[in-house]
Structures are given as structure tokens and as C-alpha cells.
């Protein structure tokens, strides 16, 4: 068993990790960086140590500080939350060759998944729906033209290394490919040090939706149903929920039962998500997330169970809690994410929060780590909390959020909030007529006002 846990991350991940933690017993271990000091999570843990500078690349992305962290506590695990170092399977068999366990899948697995390309013909192969186009590597315009005229235009041309909608450019003829090749190569190359793109059918109007899966390394997996996160804006969600508006009894299981199988046959060990793009009732892979989401709260929400415990269940060696069939969906759940930014520009709004009070009552449930007199470092994402709602359904689920909201009061900075108000008075939100397109869309228009 799992004696310590070191949290390789910061924010509310972090502390939701530390929460699970303390839970199960286990000794907790956080590491931070200068600007950190004062973060709940260092408040709360048993041990803490400071890993450098307030530069990610100094500090949360220092693995040879992450690991002698480790060394110096000793910690027998590592929980890396979601972002940094979650998705590097560097770190992973680093780790592995110190003894420590990574909390999450294989390096192997965070490989095949980590780059477009090799995971699009992974998921293929396990008989999960792709988006039609390239196999691999586009080298030539001529190629890509090739493509392009045989799926059809418009087509999309996707970073093979990438993520958060850099390296991704949209051809809608011949004419605009070759300079959507070349501007998307040198974002790519710029983002990720790595030029290579593919290319795809562009659907039009989809609904993005994920399902979460947990699989057991030995050939054991299950889903925990699917997450509708459309509403974004520049690639980035701001809202999810579970279940998706879009969907049926019989489409959630179908798509469900894929994934799971799927990770049966890959022997996948840990958490992690297979997205879709959906569109005219046909799923579409993008992409698979080989660690914890964001939004895993509205996951936990609808079915009862605690995806962190789950995740250091795996890992110690104790298999699933839960079989397919024990799995029960109830109700609906509605996940906001609270940024520091302002609500019209999103500029990012680093500063002291000078009063600080959170909603509560049934359903309702706050993932954040800061606290009246926090300062906000201007370093970091600019998430500082969650605030998730469930109900019996999403009517209900809905008015919950509307409460929540109007009791949620973050002064000092300038948060998201209003733009969730502004969300919850709009017909197409409460019908749940939406899709990746809406959310830039309703802003742009509220700006030209």
C-alpha cells in the first residue's frame, strides 16, 4: 500500500488530491514554489517543500526537484493532478526508476495517447469512431490537397503534438490550405517544438463530448458515462455537464460500452478521457486525456464515486472498487469554472481577494484553494475555483445553479462569475441547444452591443 503522497501540482487540484488523501490515511506531501507558500494545500499538508522559483519550468515542471522532494520526504507516490507534469511520460519512467509510484496510466500509454496521430490509429484499432482524414504526418501541400478534396472541405489542420487549440487552423478551399499548413507548422513548432500536423474533416457545428474511463492495468475497465464540455471559448471549456443534453439512454451506453471495451483491450491503468466531437448523432475521436479532468467533479456528482480515491486505489495495487453493472447514474450535474479574469476582456486579474464567501445548501459543491486574503500570483492559470451543482434534473439542477451563483461573492479581483449569470438567462443554455461554436458566438455578439 501507498504510505505518502507527494502532490506535484498547485490550486484547487492540488487540494482536492490532499482531501482524498487525508481520507484514505494517507500521508501527504506538498511541494510548491516561492509564490506558493501560502497556498491552502502547503497550509493543510503534513510536510511541504519548496521546489524554486515562481517560473512553472523552475519549479512544477522541475523533475529533478519533484524527485528529490520525493527522496528527502520519502514519499512512495506521486499524484500530478491534471496539467504540468500529468501527461509526461519522461516523469512517469523517471519515477519508476526511483521506485515511486506514478499515480496514473503507463509512460507506454501516455505516449501512444500524447501524440495525435499514434492515438487516432490507436483508437481506430480498439473500434472507436475517428473523424475522417490523413493516417498520418501531412509532408507535402500537395498531400494535404489530396486529403482534402477526397473528405471534403472544409477540412481542420491539427498540431500532432498538440492541445488548447494551438497549431489548429481551418481551410475552407484549396486556396486557404497551403497557408493554413504553413501557419499552423510554425504555432506548432513554436507550442511544442515539434512542426508535424495532420489533417481533418471539419464538422461544423459538433458538441464536444468526453466519457470518463478507469481501467485497472490487468484488462479490467469501466465508464462512468459522458461529460457534455461545448461551451468554450478559444478551445478552452467553461462549462460542463453530465449527462449531455444531446444524448439518449441508449447513445450514452452504446459510446460508453466503446470506450470501456477499448480500454480493456489496451489494458489501460488509471483515469482517463476519450473525447468526441458529435455531430448529426455520429461520435467522432479527437483525442484521449490520460489523466484526471478539470471537470471530473460532475462525473463524481452523478455517480457517487470518488475518481482521486479511485485513482490511488488503482495504483496501490487494489483494482477497481466498482463493476460496469454496479455503476448508477442519478441526476444532473453542472460544473462552472471561476477564473480570475474579467468577465467582458478575460484579461487575467491577479491581486488580493479581500472577501471571500462561497454558496452551500444540497447539491452544491466549492473546489477552490484560495481564501479571503489570498493573493492570486500572476503566474499561473488564472482557475481559482469550481463551482459544481447537482440536481434531480437539470431543471432542477439548473435553479440550483442560479442560487449558487448569487451567493458566490469573490471581491478584490475580477472573476467569471457574471458571465454564468449571463449564461443561465439565455433560452438556448436552458434548452441545451449549444455547440463548441455558441459560447464565442454569444460573446462576440454581447461585445458588439
Same mark, same amino acid.
Not at 472507436?128 to 490537397?145: F, L
Not at 455517480?303 to 487494489?318: F, K, P
Not at 454496479?326 to 478575460?346: L, M, Q, V, W, Y
Given at each position: 500500500?501507498?504510505?505518502?503522497?507527494?502532490?506535484? %501540482?498547485?490550486?484547487?487540484?492540488?487540494?482536492?488530491?490532499?482531501?482524498?488523501?487525508?481520507?484514505?490515511?494517507?500521508?501527504?506531501?506538498?511541494?510548491?514554489?516561492?509564490?506558493?507558500? *501560502?497556498?491552502?494545500?502547503?497550509?493543510?499538508?503534513?510536510?511541504?517543500?519548496?521546489?524554486?522559483?515562481?517560473?512553472?519550468?523552475?519549479?512544477?515542471?522541475?523533475?529533478?526537484?519533484?524527485?528529490?522532494?520525493?527522496?528527502?520526504?520519502?514519499?512512495?507516490?506521486?499524484? @500530478?493532478?491534471?496539467?504540468?507534469?500529468?501527461?509526461?511520460?519522461?516523469?512517469?519512467?523517471?519515477?519508476?526508476?526511483?521506485?515511486?509510484?506514478?499515480?496514473?496510466?503507463?509512460?507506454?500509454?501516455?505516449?501512444?495517447?500524447?501524440?495525435?496521430?499514434?492515438?487516432?490509429?490507436?483508437?481506430?484499432? &480498439?473500434?472507436?469512431?475517428?473523424?475522417?482524414?490523413?493516417?498520418?504526418?501531412?509532408?507535402?501541400?500537395?498531400?494535404?490537397?489530396?486529403?482534402?478534396?477526397?473528405?471534403?472541405?472544409?477540412?481542420?489542420?491539427?498540431?500532432?503534438?498538440?492541445?488548447?487549440?494551438?497549431?489548429?487552423?481551418?481551410?475552407?478551399?484549396?486556396?486557404? &490550405?497551403?497557408?493554413? &499548413?504553413?501557419?499552423?507548422?510554425?504555432?506548432?513548432?513554436?507550442?511544442?517544438?515539434?512542426?508535424?500536423?495532420?489533417?481533418?474533416?471539419?464538422?461544423?457545428?459538433?458538441?464536444?463530448?468526453?466519457?470518463?474511463?478507469?481501467?485497472?492495468?490487468?484488462?479490467?475497465?469501466?465508464?462512468?458515462?459522458?461529460?457534455?464540455?461545448?461551451?468554450?471559448?478559444?478551445?478552452?471549456?467553461?462549462?460542463?455537464?453530465?449527462?449531455? @443534453?444531446?444524448?439518449?439512454?441508449?447513445?450514452?451506453?452504446?459510446?460508453?460500452?466503446?470506450?470501456?471495451?477499448?480500454?480493456?483491450?489496451?489494458?489501460?491503468?488509471?483515469?482517463?478521457?476519450?473525447?468526441?466531437?458529435?455531430?448529426?448523432?455520429?461520435?467522432?475521436?479527437?483525442?484521449?486525456?490520460?489523466?484526471?479532468?478539470?471537470?471530473?467533479?460532475?462525473?463524481?456528482?452523478?455517480?457517487?464515486?470518488?475518481?482521486?480515491?479511485?485513482?490511488?486505489?488503482?495504483?496501490?495495487?487494489?483494482?477497481?472498487?466498482?463493476?460496469?453493472?454496479?455503476?448508477?447514474?442519478?441526476?444532473?450535474?453542472?460544473?462552472?469554472?471561476?477564473?480570475?479574469?474579467?468577465?467582458?476582456?478575460?484579461?487575467?486579474? @491577479?491581486?488580493?481577494?479581500?472577501?471571500?464567501?462561497?454558496?452551500?445548501?444540497?447539491?452544491?459543491?466549492?473546489?477552490?484553494?484560495?481564501?479571503?486574503?489570498?493573493?492570486?500570483?500572476?503566474?499561473?492559470?488564472?482557475?481559482?475555483?469550481?463551482?459544481?451543482?447537482?440536481?434531480?434534473?437539470?431543471?432542477?439542477?439548473?435553479?440550483?445553479?442560479?442560487?449558487?451563483?448569487?451567493?458566490?461573492?469573490?471581491?478584490?479581483?475580477?472573476?467569471?462569475?457574471?458571465?454564468?449569470?449571463?449564461?443561465?438567462? %439565455?433560452?438556448?443554455?436552458? *434548452?441545451?441547444?449549444?455547440?463548441?461554436?455558441? &459560447?464565442?458566438?454569444?460573446?462576440?455578439?454581447?461585445?458588439?452591443?
Amino acid at each position: 500500500m501507498i504510505s505518502k503522497i507527494l502532490i506535484a %501540482n498547485r490550486g484547487e487540484i492540488a487540494l482536492r488530491v490532499l482531501r482524498a488523501c487525508k481520507e484514505l490515511g494517507i500521508a501527504t506531501v506538498a511541494v510548491h514554489s516561492t509564490a506558493d507558500a *501560502n497556498a491552502m494545500h502547503v497550509r493543510l499538508a503534513d510536510e511541504s517543500v519548496c521546489i524554486g522559483p515562481p517560473p512553472s519550468r523552475d519549479s512544477y515542471l522541475n523533475i529533478h526537484q519533484i524527485v528529490a522532494a520525493c527522496e528527502i520526504t520519502g514519499a512512495d507516490a506521486v499524484h @500530478p493532478g491534471y496539467g504540468f507534469l500529468s501527461e509526461n511520460a519522461k516523469f512517469a519512467d523517471i519515477l519508476d526508476a526511483h521506485g515511486i509510484t506514478f499515480i496514473g496510466p503507463t509512460a507506454d500509454h501516455i505516449r501512444i495517447m500524447g501524440d495525435k496521430i499514434t492515438a487516432k490509429k490507436t483508437a481506430e484499432a &480498439l473500434g472507436i469512431p475517428v473523424v475522417p482524414g490523413s493516417v498520418g504526418e501531412i509532408r507535402t501541400d500537395e498531400e494535404a490537397v489530396e486529403i482534402a478534396t477526397k473528405i471534403g472541405f472544409p477540412v481542420i489542420i491539427k498540431a500532432t503534438a498538440g492541445g488548447g487549440g494551438r497549431g489548429m487552423k481551418v481551410a475552407n478551399n484549396v486556396g486557404e &490550405l497551403s497557408i493554413a &499548413l504553413s501557419t499552423a507548422r510554425s504555432e506548432a513548432g513554436a507550442a511544442f517544438g515539434n512542426e508535424a500536423v495532420y489533417i481533418e474533416k471539419y464538422l461544423a457545428h459538433p458538441r464536444h463530448i468526453e466519457v470518463q474511463v478507469m481501467g485497472d492495468g490487468e484488462g479490467n475497465a469501466v465508464h462512468l458515462g459522458e461529460r457534455d464540455c461545448s461551451l468554450q471559448r478559444r478551445h478552452q471549456k467553461v462549462w460542463e455537464e453530465a449527462n449531455s @443534453p444531446s444524448l439518449n439512454v441508449s447513445q450514452r451506453s452504446e459510446i460508453g460500452e466503446i470506450c470501456a471495451a477499448a480500454m480493456r483491450k489496451l489494458k489501460y491503468r488509471g483515469a482517463g478521457t476519450v473525447e468526441f466531437l458529435y455531430e448529426d448523432g455520429n461520435f467522432y475521436f479527437i483525442e484521449m486525456n490520460t489523466r484526471l479532468q478539470v471537470e471530473h467533479p460532475v462525473t463524481e456528482a452523478i455517480t457517487g464515486i470518488d475518481l482521486v480515491n479511485e485513482q490511488i486505489r488503482i495504483a496501490s495495487g487494489g483494482g477497481l472498487s466498482v463493476t460496469q453493472d454496479e455503476i448508477r447514474f442519478s441526476g444532473h450535474a453542472i460544473e462552472c469554472r471561476i477564473n480570475a479574469e474579467d468577465p467582458s476582456t478575460f484579461v487575467p486579474s @491577479p491581486g488580493t481577494i479581500t472577501h471571500y464567501h462561497t454558496p452551500g445548501g444540497l447539491g452544491v459543491r466549492v473546489d477552490s484553494g484560495v481564501y479571503q486574503g489570498y493573493k492570486i500570483p500572476p503566474y499561473y492559470d488564472s482557475l481559482i475555483g469550481k463551482l459544481i451543482v447537482h440536481g434531480r434534473t437539470r431543471v432542477e439542477c439548473m435553479m440550483r445553479l442560479r442560487r449558487a451563483l448569487d451567493e458566490f461573492v469573490v471581491d478584490g479581483i475580477s472573476t467569471t462569475l457574471p458571465l454564468f449569470r449571463d449564461l443561465l438567462a %439565455n433560452p438556448d443554455i436552458a *434548452n441545451g441547444d449549444y455547440d463548441i461554436h455558441w &459560447l464565442e458566438k454569444f460573446l462576440a455578439d454581447k461585445a458588439g452591443k
